[in-house]
């Protein structure tokens, strides 16, 4: 039953060493969204994909890069992670813009 | 400055009482999301707002979404330590066509036993 599916649930990675979260859905929506979200703050949107087309919000940092090959998956990549880059991902997918956004269930990532 | 605003920050009472809690903007909002989030989990939907004075209700709670589609407020009757967590409000500004889905900072509530 499982919507938006996120693997791992938690991620353990080095400063500067590469990491990479994966979202899939069953959905069949247009849009897959990657947000940030630190410890009692809301979520921070980074980016999100309208099918093939990537939208990058403005305050984006560059280490922040996102994959979307089909529908149905969607990655997010950080370069070089950081020791401020340790903070729960949430991936979340809406079937247009402007429609209600549905969530996975999120991946922890702590850098070390 | 946060395009929704959310109130009270954090919220705890006994198991039983009633509260009410808000989501108030300076924008009009094509519609509302309401969310609940658990430590460590992602947000789950709670419901969808539409329409300018909408009122929906699920279980025990009541969700109304204001006439001129700016504010939102969640109402629990009988509140249960089921209940807690981080409640989200979320939604698209109706002039900022397709690219922003704003988030309130949360009302964090604790319902104790």
């Known amino acids: 039953d499982a919507m938006v599916i996120q693997n791992p649930r938690y991620q353990v990675t080095q400063f500067g060493k590469p990491v990479t979260l994966s979202c899939s859905q069953t959905?069949?929506?247009?849009?897959m969204y990657w947000y940030q979200q630190k410890s009692s703050q809301a979520p921070k949107l980074l980016f999100h994909?309208?099918?093939?087309?990537?939208?990058n919000e403005a305050d984006t940092p560059d280490n922040f890069q996102s994959r979307r090959p089909n529908t149905s998956f969607c990655f997010l990549d950080i370069r070089s992670p950081g020791l401020g880059d340790a903070a729960m991902y949430l991936c979340?997918?809406?079937?247009?813009?402007?429609?209600?956004?549905?969530f996975g269930p999120g991946t922890r990532l702590l850098v070390l | 400055t946060q395009l929704l605003e959310q109130s009270p920050q954090f919220l705890s009472i006994q198991e039983g009482e009633n509260l009410t809690v808000y989501c108030n903007s300076s924008?009009?909002?094509?519609?509302l999301q309401w969310y609940r989030q658990e430590p460590g989990e992602g947000p789950v939907l709670l419901v969808t707002v539409v329409t300018g004075g909408e009122v929906k209700k699920l279980k025990r709670l009541t969700f109304q979404f204001g006439d001129a589609r700016k504010d939102s407020s969640l109402h629990i009757t009988a509140a249960q330590p089921g209940d807690t967590g981080l409640y989200l409000c979320?939604?698209?500004?109706?002039?900022?066509?397709?690219?922003?889905?704003?988030f309130g900072p949360g009302t964090r509530l604790s319902v104790l036993p």
């Open positions: 979340a997918t809406s079937r247009d813009l402007r429609e209600t956004q549905y």
């Open positions: 979320a939604g698209r500004p109706r002039d900022n066509y397709g690219q922003n889905f704003v």
């Open positions: 959905l069949n929506h247009n849009v």
């Open positions: 994909y309208y099918d093939k087309d990537f939208n």
């Open positions: 924008s009009v909002f094509s519609s």
